[in-house]
């Protein structure tokens, strides 16, 4: 069986094009906010969906790194829903 070598230039390649993907997607998100007038925390909330965004892109790391903000998102929004100072009824 052969082993799979990848090259410094073929890495460097993936990690350009992994990083502008995602500053597109973070533009698009930002872009979104601006447009809707919605609050600047909206910024860190919806990475799991800027994630997910990019992971259309370059669906290799995406998915890992989307389900990691995935949890985290979700962590963030149970702090902040725990922090208002009226309970929410269901």
């Given at each position: 069986m052969k082993d799979i070598v990848i090259s410094k230039a073929r890495s460097r390649t993936?990690?350009?094009?992994?990083s502008a993907c995602f500053i597109i997607?973070?533009?698009f998100n930002?872009?979104?906010i601006i447009y809707y007038?919605?609050?600047a925390i909206e910024l860190i909330t919806s990475l799991a969906y800027v994630l997910n965004f990019f992971n259309e892109w370059h669906?290799?790391?995406g998915e890992?790194?989307?389900t990691a903000f995935f949890v985290a998102d979700t962590f963030l929004q149970q702090l902040m829903?725990?922090?208002l100072p009226v309970k929410l009824v269901e």
């Open positions: 993936e990690l350009i094009t992994l997607a973070c533009l930002l872009g979104a007038k919605s609050p669906p290799t790391l890992i790194l989307s829903l725990e922090q």
